[in-house]
Nanobody
């Protein structure tokens, strides 16, 4: 059984920062890919950033240079550091993971709300 617990969301001012955490119920070394997605009201869920088991990262163009994804294997946690936030970053952010043993199956967390507003 795989569970993700996201935390760190909340209200931030434009230009501010937040750090999201995704704590996994099992070793994150068992995942070949982990990432963050987001869904704004009335919009489809979209990729924000991903990180592979060998720390290769990928970012959506809209967040590149502002967000940083990282993983702490000893803590079984994936982080998303978000800087220079703007109102367009407002969304529910979801943690995602794909196991090596189930490479095509997506596991999701329950989501954490991020609101950027003055």
């Amino acid at each position: 059984q795989v569970q993700f617990v996201e935390s760190g969301g909340g209200l931030a001012q434009p230009g501010g920062s937040l750090r999201l955490s995704c704590a996994a119920s099992r070793s994150i070394t068992s995942f070949w890919l982990m990432g963050w997605y987001r869904q704004a009201p009335g919009k489809q869920r979209e990729l924000v950033a991903t990180i592979t088991s060998i720390d290769t990262t990928n970012y959506a163009a809209s967040v590149k240079g502002r967000f940083t994804i990282s993983r702490a294997n000893a803590e079984n946690t994936v982080y998303l550091q978000m800087n220079s936030l703007n109102p367009e970053d407002t969304a529910v952010y979801y943690c995602n993971g794909r196991l090596r043993a189930q490479p095509g199956y997506n596991y999701w967390g329950q989501g954490t709300q991020v609101t950027v507003s003055s």
